[in-house]
């Protein structure tokens, strides 16, 4: 005989044998030859021997809660409204108590996730075995595949799908402007000079089904259109054409690329040569004629610099001839200019001073 005192916010069951017999709450008992397991109403419930068996009494039964959770199932399990654990495929038991137990079920057989899950929840560490997750930046989209087959395109944010056997894909691309380098082109002119372009194009994704489903590296496609339009544009021209029409490539680039740019899902915003690059002899043959035609330019300026002396010269004489006056100031000029020149100057006393000055400096006719 023996005295079992069950406290309060415990269960107890009783064995006799190995075979149960009943349950005891909280109180004292006098117990003859029987074996006691004591429980903590606040703890899951562990049953000792086959639940089944324990469930045929029908206060057991009612004093537990139970919880059945199937194979591509699972159980998120809540405390008081805070999230405790995730249950897997079994069986589970909890004492019905002052503890306030939720239980949510998910289908995990499939991808999507219901949207009354708490996405809080679906973050955290105990549910990284079942969710899989996948952030799609704000300057980014994607499409979503799955098993295969293409679902859905997806929005910034982040999203989640159950983790099972059944294959999720997703590609994601970059809806801000990019820059393609299109660099090293060599190219023959319509005349057969041999140049090397470096140009670069602007873009951005306007549709990404057309881009990323309907159309393998569309980047590369792109780069491809640009170089072809570039290749045609300038073969079509001599190399002094070129350069007289260089204003004009960017503006046939971009309308010769629109199109293709339009299938591939891509928006073309802008075009631009950067550096057209010579070969050596052209290069040589190119100074030759910069300096050839500077000098040309100079003995032009000289010319009409030479012209416009000698008419002026010419005006003078005219009316230097018709005005003696005038003739005589300008002799007395010169002869002030180049009396500036002479440090001594003998002249003979006979009063005739103005005349002997003439004799020096104006030649005689």
Request: with cysteine; proline share 2%.
């Amino acid at each position: 005989m023996q005295c079992v005192k069950i406290n309060a916010y415990q269960i107890a069951l009783v064995f006799k044998r190995g075979v149960y017999q009943r349950m005891l709450k909280e109180g004292n008992y006098w117990l003859w030859n029987e074996q006691v397991y004591s429980y903590d109403v606040t703890k899951p419930f562990a049953a000792p021997v086959e639940l089944n068996i324990l469930l045929q009494d029908a206060e057991l039964a009612e004093a537990l809660q139970l919880v059945e959770v199937k194979d591509n199932e699972i159980v998120l399990q809540y405390e008081n409204g805070l999230f405790k654990q995730v249950l897997t495929a079994g069986r589970y038991t909890f004492w019905k108590s002052v503890i306030q137990y939720q239980f949510i079920r998910a289908d995990i057989s499939k991808v999507e996730i219901d949207e009354a899950f708490d996405r809080s929840v679906l973050s955290k560490a105990a549910m990284s075995n079942y969710v899989r997750q996948y952030e799609v930046q704000n300057f980014e989209k994607a499409v979503l595949f799955v098993d295969g087959k293409f679902t859905k395109v997806l929005e910034p944010g982040v999203h989640y799908w159950w983790k099972n056997s059944i294959p999720v894909n997703v590609g994601k691309v970059d809806m801000r402007q990019q820059q393609l380098e299109i660099n090293g082109q060599e190219i023959l002119t319509k005349d057969k000079a041999a140049l090397r372009i470096n140009a670069w194009a602007q873009y951005k994704v306007a549709d990404i089904e057309k881009a990323l489903l309907q159309n393998a590296a569309y980047d590369k496609q792109l780069y491809v259109a640009f170089q072809l339009a570039l290749r045609e544009y300038v073969a079509g021209y001599s190399f002094d054409e070129l350069l007289e029409k260089k204003e004009s490539i960017a503006p046939f680039i971009l309308q010769a690329v629109a199109e293709k740019a339009m299938a591939l899902g891509v928006a073309v915003n802008g075009f631009g040569i950067r550096d057209i690059i010579l070969p050596g002899d052209v290069k040589e043959i190119m100074n030759q004629v910069l300096i050839a035609e500077k000098k040309a330019q100079a003995n032009t300026i000289m010319r009409r610099e030479e012209t416009a002396s000698t008419r002026s010269l010419l005006n003078t004489a005219k009316l230097m001839e018709e005005n003696a006056m005038l003739w005589k100031l300008k002799e007395m000029e010169y002869v002030e200019k180049i009396a500036d020149k002479i440090s001594n100057i003998t002249v003979n006393g006979n009063g005739a001073l103005v005349e002997q000055l003439k004799q020096i400096f104006v030649p005689q006719k």
